[in-house]
C-alpha cells in the first residue's frame, strides 16, 4: 500500500489588509482541498515537542507517526537518505547549501544575499558540484548532489557541530556567522573560488540571475535509526495493535495471512473503495423477507406465500461508487485451487455456487434499506486478490 502525504507548509500566510484581513488561504478557491475535508477527518496535532526546535524536519518525522524526540538525528541525515546516500553509524551528514554572496569583498566581509541561489536548477547545481567533488572529495569529505541549491557533505567518522541556517541572515555580513571548524571555513572560502567565475554561473549573471557562488554547510547530523516505515503503519502494525488491545490472542498471528491483506490495499478494488462517495462496513439488518425466498418447492412456496420470515444478518459492505452505483459486497476467504486462482471466472463460478444464495438475501435486505436493488454485486476474495462480479438470477 502507498500512501500519499501532501503538506501544506507555510500555505496559511499572514492576513494581508487588501484582503479585508484575510489570509490568500481563506481568499482562494480550493474545491479540491474542500472535497478532501469533506471526505477526511479533520483536527489538530501537535508535530514538535516543546522540548525541540520547531522546523520542517522535526515535524515532519512526527507526521510520519515518528517520535521526534527518540527518532530525530538531524536534518541533513534525512535528505541524505532521500536521495540515496549511504551513510555509516560514525558519519556525520551536513547540508551543503549553493548560496549567492556578494563578489568584491574579503570573503569575511560578504554578505548572503540569496540562501538559494535563485532556486537554482537541480541540473546546474549538479555541473557546480561536479566542480566541488573535484576539488574537496577525498576519503575524509564527499560530496553528494541534493535538489536544487540543497546538496549532501558527508564527514567520515566526523564529529556534529552546531553552524548557522544561511536563511536566518540574509542581506547580513557573514564573517561573525561562519564555521569555527577550520576545515570547514576553508572549504567555504576556497569554494567562493571555485563558483564565482564558473561558466555555469557566468551564464546566469548574463541571464540576470543569482550567482551560486559558495557552499554553506549546516544542519549536522548523524545516520538516522528509524523503524521500517511499514512495519509501523501497514497491516504488520495493525495486527500488532489488535493483539495488544487483546482484541485477537497472539496465537492468531501465525494464522493471518499477511500478504493476502497487504494485496488487498494494493487493489483496484480498494482505490475504487477510496473513491466511493458513500461508504457502509458492517451493517446489521433486522428484515422480514417473503417465505417464499427460503425454498426451492414451488408447491410450498405457494403455500408460503403470504407468510414473512424475520431475517437477521450483517452485510460486510455496501457503497455507493463514483458514478452514482449502488454496489454490494461481500469478504470470502475460501480456499481456491491453483487452477481456480489462474481462471477467476472459474473461481467466481465456485464462489457464486457457495454464497450466491447468502447474497440474493443480502441483496433484498439492501433494497429494504436503501430504497433501491443494488446495481452490482461483487465478492472480493482475498485468496484471488480481486473482486468478482456476481450475477442473480432475475
Avoid at 493471518?256 to 491483506?261: D, G, H, K, N
Avoid at 423477507?289 to 408447491?299: G, Q
Wanted: hydrophobic share 40%; charged share 25%; aromatic share 8%.
Amino acid at each position: 500500500m502507498k500512501y500519499i502525504v501532501i503538506l501544506g507548509d507555510g500555505m496559511a500566510d499572514e492576513p494581508i489588509e487588501a484582503l479585508g484581513g484575510c489570509t490568500p488561504l481563506e481568499c482562494a478557491a480550493t474545491p479540491v482541498m474542500d472535497s478532501l475535508a469533506g471526505k477526511g477527518e479533520l483536527g489538530l496535532a501537535k508535530t514538535v515537542p516543546a522540548s525541540m526546535k520547531p522546523g520542517s524536519d522535526v515535524a515532519n518525522l512526527a507526521v510520519l507517526g515518528y517520535d521526534p524526540e527518540k527518532n530525530y538525528s538531524g536534518r541533513s541525515p534525512l535528505e541524505a537518505l532521500s536521495v540515496g546516500v549511504k551513510m555509516e553509524s560514525d558519519d556525520v551528514v551536513f547540508r551543503c547549501n549553493i548560496v549567492t554572496l556578494t563578489e568584491e569583498e574579503s570573503y569575511g566581509e560578504k554578505r548572503i544575499l540569496d540562501h538559494s541561489s535563485g532556486e537554482i536548477s537541480t541540473e546546474e547545481a549538479d555541473i557546480l558540484m561536479d566542480a566541488v567533488r573535484e576539488h574537496f572529495n577525498s576519503d575524509t569529505f564527499q560530496f553528494y548532489t541534493g535538489t536544487s541549491y540543497r546538496h549532501i557533505t558527508v564527514w567520515k567518522q566526523g564529529t556534529v557541530l552546531q553552524m548557522e541556517q544561511p536563511h536566518d541572515h540574509l542581506g547580513e555580513v557573514v564573517g561573525p556567522y561562519l564555521p569555527k571548524e577550520a576545515v570547514f571555513r576553508r572549504m567555504m572560502e576556497e569554494s567562493f573560488d571555485i563558483l564565482n567565475q564558473h561558466p555555469v554561473n557566468q551564464k546566469r549573471a548574463a541571464e540576470g540571475k543569482n550567482k551560486a557562488n559558495s557552499l554553506w554547510f549546516w544542519g549536522a547530523g548523524t545516520k538516522p535509526s528509524l523503524p521500517d516505515f511499514t512495519e509501523k503503519n501497514g497491516v504488520k502494525a495493525e495486527l500488532q495493535r489488535l493483539i495488544q488491545e487483546k482484541y485477537l490472542s497472539p496465537e492468531t498471528r501465525d494464522a493471518v495471512r499477511i500478504y493476502e491483506l497487504e494485496r488487498f490495499f494494493g487493489s483496484k478494488f480498494y482505490r475504487s473503495l477510496m473513491g466511493a462517495a458513500e461508504l457502509h462496513r458492517e451493517t446489521r439488518f433486522n428484515i422480514f423477507l417473503p417465505a417464499s425466498a427460503f425454498t426451492m418447492d414451488a408447491a410450498f412456496a405457494e403455500q408460503l406465500q403470504d407468510e414473512k420470515l424475520l431475517v437477521q444478518g450483517v452485510i460486510d459492505l455496501f457503497y455507493t461508487d463514483a458514478n452514482g452505483k449502488l454496489v454490494l459486497c461481500d469478504y470470502k476467504t475460501d480456499r481456491l485451487s491453483p487452477e481456480e486462482l489462474a481462471n477467476p471466472d472459474a473461481a467466481a463460478r465456485k464462489l457464486m455456487a457457495r454464497h450466491g444464495e447468502q447474497l440474493s438475501y443480502y441483496a433484498m435486505a439492501l433494497a429494504e434499506i436503501c430504497g433501491k436493488a443494488p446495481d452490482r454485486i461483487l465478492i472480493y476474495s482475498l485468496p484471488l486478490g480481486e473482486a468478482v462480479e456476481v450475477n442473480l438470477p432475475k
